[in-house]
Structures are given as C-alpha cells and as structure tokens.
C-alpha cells in the first residue's frame, strides 16, 4: 500500500486526522508515557481491516521515532545512571515477553477491572500528594535501586506485554513512587526504557514483514513533531506540568478500562 493508494482510499481528512493522532500520541507520550492510548485505537478505527500485527508493527515505527527524540532531548539534560537503566530495560524486556505469551491462554478481560481499580487508586494518591514527584524523596543505595527498578521492570513489562496502553505511564508513576524520580527525571527514564522495549518489538515485526513503510513515515513524521514539542515543555514548565498531564492521561486509562469493563460484564 502506497501513501497515494491511502489518499486514494480514505481521503485527505483522514491522512489529517492521522496526523494529528500521531502528533498528540508524540506529545504525550513525550511528557508523560500513555501515548498509545490515542494512536492505536484511532489505527484500529480508521483501519478495520488490516491484520493486527501490521498495523502495530506500522505504529511501533512511529512510535520508536517519537520516543527516540524524546529521549535524545532528555539525554541532554537529566544525568542517568546507565546501569539502573539497563537493569530495569533487560527485566522489562523479559517479562513483556512473558506477558505476550500468557495472553494466548488467558482471557485479559478477567484481569481488568483490577486494573481499572489500580488507576482509580493511583489517580487519587497522585491528587491528593500535591508534592509528588516535585523533588526527589528518596537517595537509595544503588543496589536497593537496581532491585527495585528490576521489579517495577517485571511489573509493568508484563503489563506492557499483556495490556499495553499506557506503560509509559505506569513507568513514571513507578520511578517516582518506588525510586523517588520527580516527574521530569522518571519521563527521562521512562523514555529510555520505551525505546528498548520497542526495538525488541520491531525486530519481530519486521522480520516478519508486519508494516507498511510509507503509513509508518507519515505517522512517524508528527509523532516526532509532537514528541519534540512535548519533551521541550516538559522540560521547561517542570515537574507541575508533567504531574497535570499525569493526572489527565491516567483520568483517561480509567475511563477506557471502565468502558472496557462495563462492555463486557454488563
């Protein structure tokens, strides 16, 4: 398929909507992780029948583009420490694995509504600790933090594995809970995290053939965009900012998971 048999086939509003979805997915995904929350379902909608592996294969290039330059802009400004990254990348990466694969012998519906009332519970700690993630609390010893990171790795790589949206946003809520990042320093780590996970996941997808290289270009082109522009800001305003945009994309994830939820129990 060729970006004039797409014009050709859905028009130039829908190119622009796509567009559009891929900039606000970069952006968020920029600030705060979540960003496949908006890209993904607008691919599924717009694209009702092309096979899931190509179309998460076309979206993992964008998606890969957008947070490599968000990291690359983090890079310049927050000091990491390369080994924790690596810890919490290489437990990532395994368990997403494993998430993958126990998701074809059990039905993820049964396991939402706990993940609905984890949001919940996440959304109002997050509301009423206005000073959460405004500073670094917590100077853990280096072994302590590669523990911890290690589990918050397990964790949310099978959550990323199993489920999907929103990772990025587990990822900060853990750096900054757990590991005691303010907000800006757990995206830095968040998108360095991302960017492994999604390498992994292209490495299949591409072996195999699953994409469509000018749809990937197109979305990638603005995921950049709204990924640079997203990181800048962050950067910027600071930890307030991020902490907002926290607040709105997890008020989000509770709404599609509670519409999931009642969908099926209801």
């Given amino acids: 398929m060729s970006l004039l048999s797409i014009y050709t086939d859905y028009g130039i509003l ?24 908006i890209q993904t379902p607008f691919l599924l909608i717009t694209f009702p029948k092309m096979p899931l592996p190509i179309l998460f294969g076309t979206n993992k290039i964008a998606a890969l583009a957008g947070t490599s330059i968000a990291a690359f802009k983090y890079a310049k400004k927050i000091t990491f420490d390369y080994k924790l990254l690596f810890v919490i990348a290489l437990s990532c990466f395994i368990s997403s694995y494993l998430g993958a694969q ?6 993820s519906n049964l396991l939402k509504p706990l993940i609905l009332v984890i949001l919940i519970v996440i959304a109002i700690y ?3 600790k206005k000073d959460l993630g405004s500073i670094e609390t ?53 998108k360095i995290v991302n960017c492994v996970t999604n390498i992994s996941a292209l490495i299949v997808f591409i072996k195999e053939g699953n994409y469509i290289i000018h749809l990937a270009i197109l979305l990638a082109i603005f995921n950049i965009i709204g990924s640079f522009i997203g990181s800048h800001l962050a950067l910027k305003k600071g930890n307030g900012f991020v902490r907002i945009i926290f ?8 709404l599609k998971y509670g519409y999931d939820v009642l969908k099926v129990y209801f």
């Fill in 138 to 190: 917590k100077e853990l010893p280096i072994k302590k933090q590669m523990l911890y990171g290690a589990c918050i790795g397990l964790i949310v790589g099978f959550y990323d594995g199993f489920f999907g949206p929103g990772t990025g946003s587990f990822f900060v809520l853990g750096f900054v809970v757990v590991l005691g990042f303010e907000f800006v320093k757990a995206s830095a780590y968040a």
């Fill in 14 to 37: 829908t190119l622009f909507l796509l567009a559009l979805s891929a900039f606000t997915a970069g952006f968020i995904d920029a600030v705060v992780g979540g960003g496949g929350l």
């Fill in 102 to 107: 126990i998701i074809n012998h059990i039905d």
């Fill in 247 to 254: 607040l709105v994309i997890v008020s989000v994830m509770i």
């Fill in 126 to 128: 997050t509301f009423i």
